[in-house]
């Protein structure tokens, strides 16, 4: 699987520091475990976000192994507050991330991330 999946992420792909829509946390995200799974941290709080309820997460993985299913598409377990979810994230652009977040199988939230760049 992992030879259909490099390809597609040449120029662009998953690995960089992305910000969410609402512009106040930041993830870098890196290939880990066998270089074809993806693992996101989350490195920076503001606009409000750098609060007592979301510190503790700062510097902690939001996403750890997820490994891949399809071309520019991985599954895992995102950590949200101290929940487990099932996570899915899709490269939609050379500059977008979706993010789906699912508990309970029933309840999702999908969020945008954009490559951040100063």
């Keep these: 699987m992992a030879a259909s ?9 998953p ?11 930041r993830y870098d995200i890196n290939f880990c475990g066998d270089g074809t799974q993806l693992c996101a941290e ?3 709080l503001g606009n409000g976000a750098d609060n007592a309820e979301n ?3 700062l510097n902690t993985m939001l996403l750890e192994g997820a490994t ?3 071309p520019g598409r991985w599954k895992g377990t995102l950590n949200l507050y ?9 490269q939609v652009g050379q500059d977008q991330l979706a993010l789906q977040g699912c508990f309970l199988a ?3 939230k999908t969020f945008q991330l954009y490559r951040y760049t100063k």
């Design 5 to 13: 999946v490099l390809p597609s992420m040449a120029a662009g792909g």
């Design 15 to 25: 690995e960089g520091i992305w910000e969410i829509e609402y512009r106040d946390s």
């Design 42 to 44: 989350l490195i920076w």
């Design 55 to 57: 510190l503790p997460y």
């Design 68 to 70: 891949p299913v399809a």
């Design 82 to 90: 101290g929940h487990k979810a099932a996570g899915t994230i899709t």
């Design 106 to 108: 029933v309840i999702c």
